[in-house]
């Protein structure tokens, strides 16, 4: 049995950034540093941040007030910023810049007194951060659809002042799809000059493309909340490949190898390369002879941090 790595895999820049974030406050101001929401959808990450200090709170008022507070990579509503600043909290923005990219689009869309489609998955953090950046107020509406039926059923909304945006993490297949029903319906919908889904997201949906030609097997390095893991999964199934997400090292089957010649391994962008290392060594000890790694894409974007903790 082989190994076969995906090649880019595990965490982005706009992950690095929030993790360094979270952890260079830490060193500056001391635990405890409050965190609402996991500030990436990872475990492993989420246990090694608590483990130094991290507190992470599901709401703004689990704070106390003057406390400082890191709000995730998948960004915030206007009115938790609002809430924020009512509670005298010292915030670092750890909202990744390709998200923040989104909330402009957005706000702008609201400004023009336009309708807004958002295409996104209901309950995410980064999709209630989005649609909490419009302002009724100013005419327009939102509207969130998760898939090409949700666009088929959209009514009343007025088809010369209609735009649409994204949630980053999302299939581009599945995405994709949905634009063109939205098309087809209101062929004078404005959308983003390019697609709201980020590179890290394609990069590693372009590599698992790769991956699934070359093996019979694919573990996919992730958390079950995590959006862009989830995507990889499903998109190594269409492939036709047996696909299964993982936490971690432990939650392989020994049961998935007994016919796979050859096993891939990725990584959602939040997940950590350690996981994967370990996910690797596990598979040795079940019977791996040897690992190679994929060629692909080298990123090198990397985004600032804040002033206060460079």
């Not at 509207?143 to 945006?165: I, N």
Request: proline share 4%.
């Amino acid at each position: 049995m082989q190994i076969k790595l995906a090649n880019p895999r595990g965490f982005c820049a706009g992950v690095e950034r929030a993790i360094e974030i979270v952890k260079r406050a830490l060193i500056r101001y001391g635990s405890p540093v409050y965190v609402r929401h996991e500030v990436v959808h990872n475990r492993t990450v989420v246990a090694e941040l608590h483990q130094l200090g991290a507190v992470f709170v599901d709401d703004l008022d689990e704070v106390p007030e003057s406390s400082l507070v890191i709000f995730s990579a998948h960004g915030v509503s206007k009115q938790v910023r609002r809430q924020a600043e009512k509670r005298n909290l010292k915030v670092f923005d750890a909202t990744c810049p390709l998200v923040t990219k989104v909330h402009a689009e957005v706000i702008r869309i609201a400004e023009e007194g336009r309708e807004c489609v958002l295409i996104g998955h209901a309950g995410h953090p980064e999709v209630e951060g989005t649609m909490g950046q419009f302002d009724t107020q100013q005419g327009g509406t939102i509207h969130l659809v998760e898939d090409e039926q949700d666009a088929r059923k959209l009514t009343r909304l007025d088809p010369a002042g209609l735009s649409y945006v994204t949630q980053t993490t999302l299939s581009m297949q599945d995405t994709r799809q949905v634009i063109d029903t939205l098309r087809e319906r209101f062929p004078n919908i404005t959308g983003p000059a390019r697609d709201d889904i980020c590179y890290a997201t394609q990069n590693r949906q372009d590599a698992v493309v790769e991956l699934a030609s070359q093996c019979d097997l694919l573990l996919v390095v992730g958390s079950h909340n995590s959006s862009n893991s989830n995507r990889l999964k499903e998109l190594a199934e269409r492939c036709g490949v047996e696909a299964h997400l993982i936490d971690s090292e432990e939650d392989i089957d020994p049961s998935w190898l007994r016919a796979a010649g050859s096993v891939g391994v990725t990584a959602g962008a939040s997940a950590p390369e350690s996981v994967v290392r370990k996910v690797v060594r596990r598979l040795e000890t079940l019977g791996a002879a040897s690992t190679q790694e994929l060629t692909g894409i080298e990123e090198e974007l990397i985004f600032s941090l804040p002033k206060d903790l460079r």
